[in-house]
Structures are given as structure tokens and as C-alpha cells.
């Protein structure tokens, strides 16, 4: 009944080679994140890459895992936001976050890290509408987006 | 005192131990499903001690994003004397927790922390009590701390000891003493919010992440006109998808399951079904005509004094208008998610319900099971500002797990949460008011077109689509609220024109009506001042006698640095015009005030609003955490800029077209004002909400910003471009 092949695709997740097993190489990665690799940081918003809530840094780039197909990850560099840092050993977008209390829900507060801490990473010293411009395609309804600003104002004046 | 000597006697009857909940829980019904006491009354229903010391709070409010978990905490370690991280808390478990109602019109605080804070009082009471007997002190020699009770000789008694790992098997004290505001350590302070760290490392655990063991993954095939029937569903046409399990299909009610999420995502995008034609949705270019043309149900009068038509007749000056405001969506970011699982003939329904208890009657009655038989529990979810899709997540998953008999996990996609979670309805209001010569109100008429019923159940979309047994009520809120006015004039009358009928299933979002309402008359009001060439905030204070509600007004005066002068301004050249605007409500007019200054620019060619600072001066009486409280007073500034400016569901005669982020537009980052906020606290007075209050003075605020920029005033929301250079045109 399959009309599919399931295929594996090698990549590195967090640091760790890991192997999917797929019969849809057109998956999208969010998938096979948070269903085979259980990494649940990345969340499902929109599947449209519109609101940033699945956003991973692929080979360092922020990317929105619900538009990329599986199949086309192999041989990448994948990180989630449990890979950008630890409770230990936190990023410093992480370690701002909670300084600034700048999470309600918390449902977007995975894009509004990882998009952070890639757009830091380019932009080490951002004026607050840079900032803001870096993030206007991440998508907050709870409204926190005062205190996220704050927070990657933060994060940038202490890396 | 009949609590106290009930609390002794519970006490002294487990000999030196408590009594064991369920020996003394009392009679249940035989077939309740509670893991524990759950009934309002009773100490055990809210809290447990642990052999280990450690607390469990149970509460029937949940934490919608908003941080009130860490509220709960607070309040009860307060109470219990202990340290803040020895205290977890259970949410909105029907098995587990009290009925406390929905979590919505900001009371989680107000009504479900104060019932915990009693309890707790009580629970501290009767621990002093227990240690007293032990050491044969009288209790007031005695005085909890850090979690043990201390005699004057040092001795000290864990709480663990005391109680530990039993029940209290004690009624809630009306009359436990609460502790005054100056023994205060923990409530009132700014402690950080228990979950944010799990959330930023991505440990926390949403619905959407839950997994219960041999789980199915589940989507609903929703009809492209959302009153059709699938007449042919064409299960070949997914046979081919790897991973399916079932094709279900009644009436209406579609759905599909697999072993995979992406294969029930596939199988949901690639499934035939032949549906039957259905346009029964208004025009909506000819929206407000439909909402005026729709049969009205019941005329209620929400306040009336005097004979405001006669004072508006005979009044020197009469003003006239009529405002609106669009039909929203929730717009959650994460869609809706739920699992359900049947086990032995017994439902167990996860899900990020605001109303666990509600859910249980409501699913119950689509399976037709006993209530007895239904177990709901909340897991957190995105954020939830109203009944959204939740609850329909819920009865999706529970009729697709009865048909395939495993459980079973739906999330909704972007299409489905954007088109079927219910709205805010549709809301339409005429004023009229009368001026004497010296500008002084002398008459107030208000006529607001909403549609009938309350904060009762919405019906689930399951089980509307499949024919199955709901309801049928509309619940859009109370939204009748704020249409009253807070203010002293002579001769007032407001009514609401309850209609039969809605064009979406309504629900409540984010201060239902209170929102609305206040923007009619705070805008309207603000027009009166124009026309009396009036300063907004002094025309204000002449009619406003609450001396809290007159704090509010001047401390946001002189937070807004606001320059007392009439509106407009008339001094502006250029192409971006400046201007500022004022609102005040007493939320419901009976509790929580707020005053709120909007700044905006207007760019007059393009017709774009830039709200760029919001002040807002806040009194909810007590606060548990002032900067919880200021979360919500961002989120109330933020949201609701974005509904006043950008947010409007767009629909042909079949369905919803706004369906997803770049349909529906909301505030992006580049847009997000700057908010100053000033929190007044009163630790000694009862704590009032917080989650809405400050969402009702926004768009009135930045209406009457407009006018002060521009002399233009905008009476229908949202405030597009195209609107406001359609009204600058015909200045």
C-alpha cells in the first residue's frame, strides 16, 4: 500500500549525529523534531514560516523548520534551542530572557530566542531598531514583545 | 468560629496524625471521578503537605501565559509560612481540583487566589493549632515559620511532622486571619515567574508536547463552507499515505488518523470529500446592515436615570454617532492541541481548556457519557485570551479516539485556528448626548447591537458538524458591561438590542465588551469635550466623583507630562501629525481602574497610525506581583493596539478568508509602542484583575489621539490607512 520509500537522513543535531527514518523526505524538519528526535522546543505556529515559532539555526542561520523539507537536511548542522544553551551553561539571549521576565505563554519565545541569537551573532552591538527590525517577522499575541526588545538590548550589551 | 473548633476537632480526632483523605472525605457520589477532595469548602481541596514538607496547590484557574501560577504560589506560601520554591501547584483537573469557574474575566487573582488564600489561613491556623495541643502551649504562644511551627522555647515542629503526607479534613475558615500587609515577604514583591526558565530552554511542557502511550495522531477535514455536509467522503483517495489508520466521517464531522502526525497532516491535505453548497454568511461590505437588520431578542437596559430623550431635545447642543468594531479572531500562536484517550469506558480529555470543568458537561453530553466518566485536565497551551479552539481540539480528539479506539492527538493547523476557533462578535453603537450652552452634558443615550447570551458554553465545532448533542446557546461573554457610564451626568439611559442571531459562533476575547463598550463612550465623550472646547482629562474630573477612579486620571496626567488645552490641536504643518488622547475606565464599574494616554503620529498621506508611547496608570487594589501585573498591562497595550489598528476576519458568503498571518495582519515588532506604566497598590484593600482592565481604555485612547493630531474622528475599528485618508478626505 506504501506508494513511498522510507529513506534515513544523517544530519547533526545539537552537536550529536542523529539519523531519520522518513517515507516522506518532504516532511518538513518540525517534524521530525519534535516527533522522532523529541525536541519539543521548536513549536508548529503556522506551517507558512509566517510567525517564527518553529525557528532552529541551521548550519547558523535561523530557519523555520516548518518549511524545510527533511530530505534536503542531510549533512547539516541543526540547532534547537535545547542546544543553545543549558540551565548551566545558558546562551546569553537565554540568560537575558529570564532577567527580563520577557516570556507569557512562552509558545513564541523559541523563534524569539533563536532568531536573536543568530541575528547577535551578525550583529553584535544592534541599536533598538535594528532590534526590531531583526524580529518583525516573529510573531508575540500575549504581547511581550517590549520586554523581548529589552532583552536582546541586554544579552547584546553583556556578550 | 465554627471553623477553627471544626479545625480542632479534625485535628484531635487523628490522635497526634491527620485523618486520611479519602476515609474522611465524606459521602461522593458513587461514581465521581476524583483522585482526592475537590469540593470548594474543604482545606484539602486546594492544598496537600508532603511527607517530604513540600506543598501542592490545587486550583481550578489556570495559567494562561499569564504567570498566575507563580501568583498561586506566592499567595499560598505567603499564607503557609514557607519558602516560595517548596511550593508546586496543580491546575484545572477535574479529578484533582476545585470548580473555581472558567479562567477568564481577570478573577483568577480575585476569586480563585482569594479562595486558596483563605484556605491556606485556614490550613496555617490549624498546624499553630495541632503543634500547640503537641507541646500543651496555647496556640497564640506559638508562630508559624519556614514551613514548621516555633514555640517559644525554640522547639520547632515541621509542618511534615505535623501533617505531613495526611489531610486536614477541614472546612475552609471564612474567618482565618490573613496576614496584615507589613508580615508580608513574599506577595507583593516582584518574584520571577516559576516556568520562564523552562521556557527558554525548551524543558517546558505544553499540550502540544504531550505523548500518552500507543498515541494516534488526528486532523479534521474541515468543510470549505462552514455550514456544508459531507455528502461522499472518497477514503481510496488516502489510501495510498503510509501510516493510515481510519477515515471517520459523520455528518459533517470529518476526520483522519494516523500512525504519524505528518501522515494525518498529509491525508488531511489530500482527502476527497464531496461537500454540499452552503452560503449562508452575510455580505461584508454589508456587515453593519446586516447587524442592524437582525431580529433583536431582548432589549435590556443597562442603566437609566432621569429622562435623557427630554434633555437631549431640549439641550442647547445635540451630538450624535455611531461607532463599530470588527469581528476578531483569537489568533492563538500555537493552534489548538488536545489528546484524548478512552480506557475502560472513561474519557481522559488533555487540553489547554480555560474551563476544564465546563469541558467535562460539554463532552459528556456529545458522547453521551456520564459526567462521572469524564476526567479533563489542563495542560498549558499558547496563549489563551478567551474560549478559543481549545475546547473544539478536545471534542475532535475525543470523537476521533472513540472511533479508532486509541488515543488520539489533534493539533489544529494555522487554517483551521485562523477560520474555526469562534469570534468576537460583531459590535455596533449609537450615541446621542445633549450640551447646555456651557458645555455640560445634560443627557446620555446609548444603543448597542450585540447578540444575545452570556459567559455560558460555547458549542463545540465536533459536535455541531456531526450532529450530536450541544448546547445551542450563544455565549459571546458578558458582554453587556461599560455600556453604563462611570460618570456623574444628569440624564442617562443605555440599552443593549440583544440580536437572535450572529454571523460566527461568538465567543469571549480579551475584555469582551467591556472593550467595546468603552470605546463608544470614551470616544463619544471625548467628542462632547471638543464640542464644549473642554481639556479631555478636566472635562473628565468635572463629572467624575470616585476619588479612585480621579487618582487614576491625574497620576496618568502628570505621567503623560499632559498640557491642559482642548482637542484638536490645530498647530501642526507637515505630513506627520502628532497628537495625544486620554481614556478611564472602572472595569464592569465595580472594580479595577485604569487611565491610559495614547501618543500617536499620523502620517496624513498615507493614512498610517503609529502609536508610539502608551502611559497607563493601573489600581487593582492589592497586587500579589507588581511585575506580573505590568506583563499584563503590556500585553493588554500591545494586543490591543494591534486589534485597534490592524486585526479584522475577512469572510465571503461560505467562510472565513483570513486564515492565516498575512490575511489577518497583527502588530509587528517596528509597531509596538513604547508603555510607561504606574502601578498603584493597595496591600491592605482585597486584589481586583489585571488581565483585562487595561485592554479597555486602548482604543478609545487612540481614537481620540487621532482627533487631537488631525480634527478627524474614527469611529470604526480597526483604524486602517485606507479608512483614515478616507476621513481626512472628507474633513
Known sequence: MSQTVARTVAMTVNGRAVSVTVDDPAMPLLYALRNDLGLTGPHYGCGLGQCGACTVHVDGAAMRSCLLPVGELAGKQVTTLEGLGTPDRPHPVQAAFIAEQAVQCGYCANGMIM?????????PKPSEAQVREALANNICRCGTQPRVVRAVLRAASQA | MDGMALSRRGLIQAGGGLVIAFAAAGPKPAAAWTEKPVALEQVDSFLAIGADGRITV?????DLGTGVRTGFAQIAAE????????????????????DQGPTYGSLSIQIGGVQLRQAAATARAALVAEAARRVGLPAEALRAESGAVVAPDGRRLAYAELVGGKAFSLAV?????????????IVGRPVPRVDIPDKVFGRFRYVHDLKVPGMLHGRAVRPPAMGATAEAVDEASVAGIPGI????????????VAETEWAAIRAQQALKVRWSAWAGLPDQAKLWEHVRATPVGQRQVTSEKGDPAAAIQGAARRLSASYDFAIHTHGSMGPSCAVAEFKDGRLTSWSASQATHNLRKQLAMMLGLPVEQVRCIYLEGAGCYGRNGHEDAAADAALLARAVGRPVRVQWMRAEEHGWDPKGPPTLIDLRAGLDAQGKVVGWESEAYIPKGAGGNVDLVAADLAGLPKESLLSPGNIVH???????????????????TTPFRPSWIRTPGRMQNTYANEAFLDELAAAAGADPIEYRLSVLDDPRGREVLERVARLANWQTRPSPRRDQTGEVLRGRGVTYVKYELVRTYVAGVAEVE?????????????????????????DAVKAQIEGNVVSTVSRTLLEELTFDRSTVTSLDWAGYRTIAFPQVPEIVIELIDRPADRPWGAGEPAAAVVPSAVSNAVFDATGVRLRSVPFTPAKVRAALQGA
Do not use: M
Request: aromatic share 6%.
Open chain 2, 173 to 185: 475558615d471564612p474567618g482565618a486571619t490573613i496576614k496584615p500587609p507589613e508580615q508580608r515577604r
Open chain 1, 115 to 123: 532568531e536573536s541569537a543568530a541575528f547577535l551573532a551578525r550583529t
Open chain 2, 602 to 626: 499620523v502620517n496624513r498621506r498615507s493614512g498610517d497610525i503609529r502609536v508610539t508611547r502608551f502611559f497607563c496608570a493601573h489600581d487593582c487594589g492589592q497586587v500579589i506581583n507588581p
Open chain 2, 245 to 256: 489508520v481510519k477515515v471517520v466521517h459523520e455528518k459533517g464531522f470529518v476526520g483522519v
Open chain 2, 58 to 62: 490545587y486550583v481550578g484557574k489556570v
Open chain 2, 482 to 500: 461599560n455600556l453604563a457610564q462611570p460618570y456623574a451626568l444628569p440624564a442617562v439611559r443605555t440599552v443593549c438590542h440583544r440580536l437572535e
Open chain 2, 79 to 98: 499564607e503557609l509560612e514557607v519558602p516560595l520554591d517548596r511550593v508546586a501547584v496543580v491546575e484545572g483537573d477535574t479529578a484533582l481540583t476545585p
